[in-house]
């Protein structure tokens, strides 16, 4: 229900820092998205992450980080590209992947950025029992941030509000 909820959350406040009326099918398809996929992804994935480097040390912390980054983070941003534009009402997985092809190396910049920093805390900081609800709540601003880039990247035909949605973490 979190990411649900978060997911939901961050779109909303992407689309009204936009100044633009908030469109509740974006931030539907975005809360479908969190708890669909998002929320059990990210509690398998924090799970196999600390089976695999167990604790704090630096090492650890330096590999989790590393694994997300080479591993997840490119197969969660597809995913997610490709999810979003299956849930609109007006695309297809089609329309999913030339997205991909398009925004991922931009996205995954960005991506990059954030969760590395915010990594940094989740792997050194946070008991794993509560990864999945920090990194949650670090979404909403890596959302809201997304949103605001793949919002605005988009041509003005392709960003209406049923095809405008973010990147996922």
């Not at 059990?40 to 480097?53: K, V």
């Not at 030339?98 to 792997?123: D, Y």
Request: net charge neutral; proline share 5%; charged share 10%.
């Amino acid at each position: 229900a979190t990411s649900t909820l978060i997911f939901g959350l961050a779109n909303a406040l992407s689309q009204a820092a936009e100044r633009r009326a908030v469109d509740a099918a974006t931030v539907a398809r975005m809360m479908v998205y969190g708890a669909a996929v998002e929320a059990p992804l990210q509690h398998a994935w924090h799970n196999a992450l600390e089976h695999a480097l167990p604790g704090a040390a630096a090492a650890a912390v330096a590999g989790k980080i590393a694994l997300d980054q080479l591993l997840m983070a490119p197969a969660q941003l597809t995913v997610f590209l490709t999810a979003l534009a299956v849930l609109s009402a007006d695309s297809s997985v089609f329309d999913g992947l030339a997205r991909v092809r398009s925004e991922l190396a931009a996205v995954f910049r960005m991506h990059t950025s954030f969760w590395c920093a915010a990594h940094l805390v989740t792997f050194s900081l946070v008991p794993l029992e509560y990864r999945v609800l920090w990194s949650s709540c670090a979404n909403i601003v890596y959302v809201a941030l997304l949103s605001a880039m793949t919002m605005s990247s988009r041509p003005a035909a392709a960003a209406a509000p049923d095809s405008r949605a973010p990147a996922p973490p």
